[in-house]
Every structure is written in C-alpha cells, then in structure tokens.
C-alpha cells in the first residue's frame, strides 16, 4: 500500500459545487504540501501545512492539517472550471529534505 | 522572472543509448531534485541535491545519473541500464523542499 493514499482517485462535479479531496498518511506527518498539476505540465505549490489544526486557504482552496489523524483535507469551494486538474498531497518525513507524494486526485468540473 | 526551466519538453531515446535532460533554475535554491511521474501515478524520487557538488539517491535512482557542478544546475541522464525510461520527468528546486516545479520533458522510446 502507499506510505501517502489520496482519495477519492478521480472526481467528477459540477461547476459551482463544493468539494474535498483527502490525503492519509501511514506515517507521522512534520509537513503536508498540496500541489496542483494541469495535464503534462509541472506542479504548481499551493500551500504547506506545518502544524496540527492549521488552516490555510488560498482563493477557494482551504486545506487543513489532522495531526493526530495524519490526514490533511484540500476543499473548494464554489467550484470553477479553473480549478480542474490533478491535486497532489507531498508529505515531509522528520529529518528528510525531500518529500512523499500520493498518486494524485484527478478533478474534473462540468459546466 | 525566477523560475526552472526544463529541456527539451520531448526526447527520444533509441535502444542503447544515454539521454540527458537539462534543469535550469535561477530562484537560487539550495535544494534540487528529479522526479518521475508514470500514469496514474504520483511522483517518485529519482535523485535530490541539497549543495553543489554532493547528491542522494531517492526512491528509483537505478538506471540514472546527476552532476550538481552549479547551483543553478541540475542535469539528469538516462541510462541504457534503464529499461522503462518512458515517462514525465519532473525537476524541483526548493529551499529545503521541492516547492518549485520546471514543466517536465516527456522522455519516450523510439
């Protein structure tokens, strides 16, 4: 199994809706990045998650961090087409400069 | 503007032989690392570089290689010893974390 599992793997929603994406991690989390990828291009950041019960949002995009869980949630609100794409969660592990990426949560918005 | 620029977007590789892509950055980052993305899948470490001159292997180094000779540079070659090369191929560059992302090259096989 993945040491991050996001889920659900694909979503579908109508534009205007509200949304959440999950990231569990099977280990400690020191960090939870969230990431954005349009298909064949690179990663654009979001935003990084550091301490239990911290909240960032950033436009629509709130995302929250469950230390005790080792989950983080990414939820959109008043979904727009802009917002389709793949999210990827990246997990931080203690003393590692490098992080671990879930297999990504594909987003599609019909208008 | 600061960014990472990658090149080329697509590459071709014959039978044999060693392919290399280009990762540039001018954000002045510490950090830079290669990943790779297959379908469907999230992003799996290759290499990483945190200075100049010194690199780690990450989770599926075998079949490539690097060279950290400048900051701003972060080449990565493809093997023959790599029989699965085909896929996107990402470089990040960070302070301590990949938070920057080049546009990728899509390395096939001819």
């Known amino acids: 199994s993945q040491e991050l599992e996001q889920s659900p793997q694909s979503l579908i929603v109508q534009e205007g809706k509200n949304l959440t994406i999950n990231c569990t991690s099977s280990?400690?989390?020191?960090?939870l990045y969230w990431y954005k990828q349009k298909y064949g291009e690179g990663l654009i950041f979001l935003m990084m998650?550091?301490?239990?019960?911290e909240e960032k949002s950033h436009e629509k995009i709130t995302a929250k961090l469950d230390e005790k869980k080792q989950q983080s949630s990414l939820h959109i609100t008043a979904s727009q087409p802009s917002h389709a794409g793949i999210y990827l969660c990246?997990?931080?592990?203690?003393?590692?400069?490098?992080?671990?990426f879930g297999q990504g949560t594909r987003l599609t918005i019909n208008p | 503007d600061g960014g990472i620029t990658q090149s080329p977007k697509y590459l071709f590789r014959k039978e044999g032989q060693n392919v290399t892509l280009s990762c540039e950055q001018n954000?002045?980052?510490?950090?830079m690392y290669w990943y790779r993305q297959d379908p469907g899948q999230g992003l799996r470490l290759i290499y990483y570089s945190q200075i100049v001159n010194d690199f780690q292997k990450g989770d599926i180094a075998e079949g490539y290689s690097v060279s950290r000779e400048k900051k701003e540079s972060f080449p990565l070659t493809v093997t023959s010893a790599q029989k699965n090369p085909t896929a996107f191929y990402l470089c990040?560059?960070?302070?301590?974390?990949?938070?920057?992302f080049g546009d990728g090259t899509r390395l096939s096989i001819l």
């Open positions: 954000l002045n980052h510490d950090a």
């Open positions: 990040a560059s960070g302070v301590s974390q990949p938070q920057h």
């Open positions: 990246g997990a931080a592990r203690e003393g590692a400069q490098k992080l671990v």
């Open positions: 998650l550091q301490k239990g019960g």
């Open positions: 280990k400690t989390l020191y960090g």
